[in-house]
T-cell receptor, first 112, second 110 residues
Framework: DVKVTQSSRYLVKRTGEKVFLECVQD?????MFWYRQDPGLGLRLIYF???????EKGDIPEGYSVSREKKERFSLILESASTNQTSMYLC???????????FGEGSRLTVL | EDQVTQSPEALRLQEGESSSLNCSYT??????LFWYRQDPGKGPEFLFT???AGEEKEKERLKATLTKKESFLHITAPKPEDSATYLC???????????FGQGTTLQVKP
């Protein structure tokens, strides 16, 4: 079975801190994605990547950056966390586009 | 503007009471419509992909159908373990991105 692993299930950070959310997939998928999920707003795409070293902005990239140094790993970075970035963050991967997304369990981030 | 709307927001059913969830969409260049199931505190889990109007897919008590403007997820004789949030998403051909609906939260009571 495909497994997408997110490094932290729950994080609590202070405003202004730098935050790293790590995601690793074990099925050699080309495509990786970061979403955030908020009540009433659904899932919104932050960034995605179709290849190593490659990244593209999603619908809400402001305040975020990403890194994909290896095919299996896609990191989401909050350079200076703010309270409006409190959310559930979901990483996903897929073999092809369009294609079935495999999601991780999610990382619930609280920024105080 | 590309948009995906799911209805109802919440649905309560008695065990065995069949019903349907709706996903209506407006998108240019549809390349696929996806249904996912999400349990509380977990990531979404893939259920179905539909690519063209008239297509149908089935899995256990679930059946997904697609027209040019909407998709239905039919649940036949649901069980309490079918309780979850069901998400619909469409793939926009010209941008390579998925748009998700806000989901329908289904509760099935024994």
């Amino acid at each position: 079975d495909v497994k997408v692993t997110q490094s932290s299930r729950y994080l609590v950070k202070r405003t202004g801190e730098k935050v790293f959310l790590e995601c690793v997939q074990d099925m050699d998928h080309e495509n990786m994605f970061w979403y955030r999920q908020d009540p009433g707003l659904g899932l919104r795409l932050i960034y995605f990547s179709y290849d190593v070293k490659m990244k593209e902005k999603g619908d809400i990239p402001e305040g975020y950056s990403v890194s994909r140094e290896k095919k299996e790993r896609f990191s989401l970075i909050l350079e200076s966390a703010s309270t409006n970035q409190t959310s559930m963050y979901l990483c996903a991967s897929s073999m092809q586009e369009p294609g079935e997304l495999f999601f991780g369990e999610g990382s619930r981030l609280t920024v105080l | 503007e590309d948009q995906v709307t799911q209805s109802p927001e919440a649905l309560r059913l008695q065990e065995g009471e069949s019903s349907s969830l709706n996903c209506s969409y407006t998108v240019s260049g549809l390349r696929g419509l996806f249904w996912y199931r999400q349990d509380p505190g977990k990531g979404p889990e893939f259920l179905f992909t539909l690519y063209s109007a008239g297509e149908e897919k089935e899995k256990e008590r679930l059946k997904a159908t697609l027209t040019k403007k909407e998709s239905f997820l039919h649940i036949t004789a649901p069980k309490p373990e079918d309780s979850a949030t069901y998400l619909c998403a469409v793939h926009r051909g010209n941008t390579g991105k998925l748009i998700f609906g806000q989901g329908t939260t289904l509760q099935v009571k024994p």
